[in-house]
């Protein structure tokens, strides 16, 4: 009994229990296989077929993912002739690293009274959304180190498109910090109790929204890895687990700004229930994430300099808009508690 | 062109054999930044030597060896082939076997224009838009199975006539899909991809081909009547009961990729239309020429009355065409098709030559693809409809 209370304290303790547990580790991994998932049941159902179901059929197949991952597993490496090896094996260990680091700051409530944030700093959006920047520079890094045409076309794409998503998404989480007076997420969400801030300053949200769409590559932005043309773009020559991490990292980047985009604009953990705080956050992160993969069943994918047009011309306009009304708001007289 | 060839500005591209989109097929592009500054189709991976292998088979056996061609589209280029075969023999087939002729070549058209929207659509990423068409081809299919007994190679029309008589029931069974594929192609396809932004922002104002250059690099089927040119083979030429039936000729003006999938949508309208005056006009007669009937044993006619199957006589392994040299022409899903036979009056042609729609319009990726955007090039593969096998033969 005491040995199992000792598992159970350094468990629980916050520096093992957030990376690890919630909304660590094993939370990206569940909800990646029921994301990944349900987007396939979701697409299936719209496009009158079945969708994964072999694998356990009694649950229509919802352990197609960790199947798929073990046979990654037991693939064999290939690594081409040609490419740079240290750097096309690291590169994807440490993009997908970079991609959940941002983790370390963004709050995710609290449950049974264990405040779930790793690190707390006053400036914890301004870190959140310098850690979230490094992925992309990995992705190009993937895309030169193939030593392939198409790898290479793919990675300048993922630049391409960083340089356009990137000024928008942060200008739009700018003016939530603008709107509260505070670069902490903690104090953000905790200004929405009453009301949340996609209410107060709706550009921002949807110039937020449209952008981490973008940065995932979820359409119809997938033009990174648009395989009509440039056959998987940077991930071209990745092979066995490799390929499965970098498979995985646009879902996590995608779980990582879904939680900061509910942290921001939808309220957070409000409405809190007392000790549970998280379950809120946690039913508002799923169904933002099923928006998000539900798209790929709508549209089809914009051409690459449509999609920089759109970044800098209708992203940017309404993030400065954002900005603007957020400045208005404040000079008005501000909101809540600020 | 050896220093343009070593300069760093630009990257040369090998599009295929083996890659998602290129089909059986490979393309050479030159990519300078985001453009195609040149851009080569290379086609020749799915030559089977259809030309060279019918000159060793009998008359008879070419008929399901040209339908290889294009195996979403067999019964045109079937009605094609024993078209320039019957010119030789100087024989007409009764008005029943044409009127049936016409009703298999019409689902057939609108098959294949359903599967190329599905592959328009999965190129420029819509998956729906995939899958649709695809399983809408269903119902179609069946009907070509309660006509032929086949799904997708039919052999159906043979010298003189057809093999089989429509069974019964048949009338319903095509008005029932016929209506599943009207609310489909009006409602549906509209909302999900055709009305869609984003495919608007994808198709419109891109690949655009002017008249003239259309009719001067002789291009064929729907991208030519998207460039605001009317020319159909059935109008122009008209085969089969095609003379009896009243469609217009579906056209559009912009020339762009938008207007070639649209034009499309509008044929697949007018062979719904077509098919809807074959099943009211369809006339009773016999399914085969007479000249053929006569040489069919008694047993056989009356068991071909009962059950509407003829099947392939026996007397037609034995078919000697006169000497002579002939062209038809039909009007195949994606264009003008020609079959150019000689023949010597011998039990084998002495030459075969099969034009295929595909093979006239590869020259539009050369045209279009070189000066487009990298992205341009699934949008205009997929919206000009090319078929590899086909244009290999």
């Not at chain 1, 310098?130 to 392939?148: C, D, R, V």
């Not at chain 2, 034009?355 to 341009?376: C, K, Q």
Request: with cysteine; proline share 6%; net charge positive.
């Amino acid at each position: 009994m005491e040995f199992v209370n000792l598992i159970l304290s350094i468990l629980l303790h916050p520096s093992i229990f957030i990376p690890l547990i919630f909304p660590g580790f094993i939370t990206i991994f569940v909800v990646i296989i029921l994301l990944i998932w349900a987007e396939r049941k979701i697409a299936a159902k719209i496009q009158m077929r079945i969708g994964p179901l072999y694998v356990t059929r009694r649950f229509g197949g919802v352990l197609q993912l960790l199947a798929d991952l073990l046979r990654y597993m037991f693939a064999e490496v290939i690594t081409l002739k040609d490419s740079d090896k240290f750097i096309f094996i690291a590169s994807p260990i440490i993009a997908l690293t970079a991609t959940l680091l941002p983790l370390a700051v963004i709050p995710a409530g609290s449950l049974l009274d264990i405040e779930l944030i790793a690190f707390r700093t006053n400036i914890s959006l301004l870190a959140a959304l310098a850690l979230s920047s490094l992925t992309p520079i990995f992705i190009i890094i993937m895309g030169w180190a193939s030593n392939n045409k198409f790898a290479l076309i793919g990675g300048l794409r993922e630049g391409h498109l960083m340089i356009s998503y990137e000024v928008p998404l942060y200008l739009s989480a700018l003016s939530v910090a603008i709107l509260y007076g505070s670069l902490d997420i903690v104090d953000v969400v905790n200004n929405q109790q009453r009301v949340w801030t996609v209410l107060i300053n709706p550009f921002a949200a949807f110039s937020f929204f449209i952008s981490m769409i973008m940065s995932t590559s979820r359409f119809p932005f997938e033009i990174t890895e648009s395989d009509s043309e440039l056959v998987a773009g940077p991930y071209t020559e990745y092979s066995s687990i490799l390929y499965g991490l970098v498979m995985g990292v646009p879902y996590m980047r995608l779980y990582v700004f879904t939680l900061l985009f509910v942290d921001l604009f939808l309220g957070g953990w409000h409405p809190s229930i007392d000790g549970f705080s998280s379950i809120a956050l946690i039913i508002k992160v799923l169904i933002i994430l099923l928006f998000s993969v539900f798209l790929r069943s709508v549209y089809p994918r914009y051409r690459l300099d449509q999609a920089i047009r759109i970044g800098w011309h209708t992203l940017f306009t309404l993030s400065l808009i954002s900005i603007t009304l957020s400045l208005l708001i404040i000079g008005w007289g501000g909101i809540g508690g600020y | 062109m050896l220093k343009q060839r070593n300069s760093e500005k630009e990257i040369e591209l090998f599009i295929g054999p083996q890659h998602p989109a290129s089909g059986h097929m490979r393309f050479i592009g030159r990519v300078d930044g985001d453009i195609f500054t040149n851009f080569i189709p290379d086609p020749g991976w799915v030559h089977r030597g259809i030309e060279k292998i019918a000159e060793n088979r009998k008359w008879v056996q070419i008929i399901p060896l040209v339908e290889r061609a294009a195996i979403l589209d067999a019964a045109n280029m079937n009605i094609g082939y024993v078209m320039a075969l019957e010119k030789l023999l100087d024989i007409e087939p009764p008005p029943r076997a044409q009127y049936l002729r016409t009703l298999l070549c019409e689902i057939n058209r609108i098959t294949s224009h359903l599967y190329g929207f599905g592959i328009a659509g999965i190129m420029i990423g819509s998956s729906t838009f995939y899958m649709w068409p695809f399983a809408d081809r269903e119902p179609l299919i069946d009907i070509a199975q309660l006509i032929t007994g086949a799904r997708l190679t039919y052999s159906y029309m043979i010298p003189g006539g057809v093999r089989r008589d429509l069974p019964q029931g048949f009338r319903e069974k095509v008005l029932k899909a016929l209506k599943y594929i009207e609310r489909r192609l009006n409602n549906d396809y509209f909302r999900i991809f055709f009305d869609n932004p984003v495919t608007k922002a994808r198709y419109q104002g891109v690949g655009v081909l002017k008249r003239n250059d259309a009719i001067k690099l002789g291009i064929v089927g729907p991208n030519l009547r998207a460039s605001n040119v009317k020319y159909d083979v059935r109008k122009v030429e008209p085969y089969a009961a095609y003379p009896e039936l009243e469609f217009d000729v579906a056209y559009r003006e912009e020339g762009d990729c938008y207007a070639r999938l649209l034009v499309r949508v509008e044929e697949i309208r007018q062979s719904i239309k077509i098919i809807r005056q074959i099943l009211d006009k369809l006339p009773q007669g016999p399914i085969i020429h007479k000249k053929y009937e006569k040489l069919i044993s008694l047993k056989k006619l009356e068991e071909c009355q009962k059950t509407g199957i003829l099947g392939l006589p026996a007397i037609f392994t034995a078919l000697r065409p006169p000497a002579g040299e002939v062209i038809s022409r039909v009007e195949a899903a994606r264009g003008e098709l020609i079959f150019h036979i000689i023949s010597t009056g011998e039990l084998r042609p002495y030459r075969l030559r099969m034009v295929t729609p595909s093979f006239r319009n590869i020259v539009l990726f050369r045209e279009l693809i070189s000066g487009a955007r990298v992205m341009d090039f699934p949008a205009i593969y997929g919206s000009i409809d090319y078929f590899p096998p086909e244009s290999d033969r």
